[in-house]
Structures are given as C-alpha cells and as structure tokens.
C-alpha cells in the first residue's frame, strides 16, 4: 500500500548491452568490464536508495561504495526472479540499515502499542495531505528522526511490509508499526503547520 509518493524516482539508465543474466554471468566468472558496467548502471539507484533511508548521513559515499561492493560479491547469487535493480535495491536496503544501526544505538526508541485502526487512520491523513504539500517531501522526510524517516521510506516508498522492515531492521513488527504511526503524525503536523502559515501570509 502506498500512502505517500516518497520521491524515489530512480534516474534514467540507459539500456544495458547484454541481458541482466548474462551480465551477471560474466560478473560471476570476474569480467571487469562487466564490473564496470553494474557499476555504471547501479550508482543511481543505489545512491537515492541509500539516500532515501539514511538521509543526510556523515558516512553517504561510504555507503553507497558498500552497497555496490555487496552487489559485485553477490553475483553469484543473482537468479534473474526480479529485475536487476530491484535485486540490488535489496542489497542497498540491507547495506543502509546496517549503516543506520551502528550510528543510533544510543537513539530512545519507546516500544509502546498502536493499534491497527489508529495507523489506518494517520495512513489516511497523511494521504491526503500529500496531495497538496507546501514543499518537497524529501524536505519533510529529512526533518523527522532516523527511526521514523526509515520505517516510513522502507514501507511507503520501497513497498516493504511491516514483517520485512521487522526482520530487516531487528525490530519488533509492533514497533515498526509504532515508528509509521508516530513519524506519519509528525509529518501530518509539519504539513499542517506549512499550510496554515501559507494562509496566513495570504492574509
């Protein structure tokens, strides 16, 4: 279910010369012209994906070096099931999480309970505001916390269900629930702040 169009329009790729099976083929057996050409096909998407889940963070490059690094040592391991970037897109997801853990364990995170219709309902909300934001999203997303901006990106913007951001993250579901529940509220009060000052200076 998408409730908000996280902006994660991935840049145009060209179309590659070989078949996704076949370049990851000629990967596998250390073809580094095929190295070079994941890479070349890959950085965009695994810079806004990374982007899109750890933000603004001090380690950005370094990430997205190490999500491309996974992708090349995972070769093998590519069945062609989904499309190549979708694949890598995991890789990245998992890659970011790891990121993030190491550089919030001192971050509170209150295990509290929200139930089904309340998240529903803040899903709802949120929906409609989305619909006539004052300014970017990528603006909103960036002013919450990790925890929430993640959770939110994970579900909304990459379509992860709440037992995949769960296992990914080492979380509990409910507490997955809580940080969408909580992270949506406080966009819903940025937004809600924005228009209400843009009509006030319409005044």
């Known amino acids: 279910m998408q409730v908000l169009a996280v ?23 250390g073809d580094a012209d095929a190295g070079r050409e994941l890479a070349r096909r890959l950085m965009p998407r ?10 603004a963070h ?21 069945r062609g099931e989904a499309s190549l970037e979708t694949w890598a897109s995991r890789i990245c997801v998992r890659r970011a999480i790891k990121a993030v853990n190491r550089s919030r364990r001192n971050l509170e995170d209150v295990d509290a309970k929200v139930d089904a219709e309340s998240l529903r309902a803040e899903e709802d909300a949120a929906r409609l505001l989305s619909e006539r934001l004052p300014r970017p999203l990528e603006r909103y997303l960036e002013e919450l916390g990790p ?12 379509g992860y269900a709440v037992a995949e951001i769960a296992e990914m993250t080492g979380a509990k579901p409910n507490t997955i629930k809580v940080r969408l529940f909580q992270g949506l509220k406080k966009l819903r009060a940025q937004v809600e702040h924005d228009l209400t000052d843009d009509r006030s200076r319409r005044r």
């Open 147 to 158: 925890l929430h901006r993640e959770a939110i990106v994970l579900r909304y913007g990459l």
């Open 46 to 55: 695994c810079k806004r994906v990374v982007r899109a889940v750890v933000g």
């Open 7 to 29: 902006p994660l329009h991935w840049a145009g790729i060209p179309e590659p010369r070989m078949s996704d099976e076949a370049l990851m083929r000629a990967l596998a057996k």
């Open 58 to 78: 001090r380690d950005f490059d370094d990430i997205v070096q190490q999500c491309l690094i996974d992708v090349l040592r995972g070769a093998a391991s590519f």
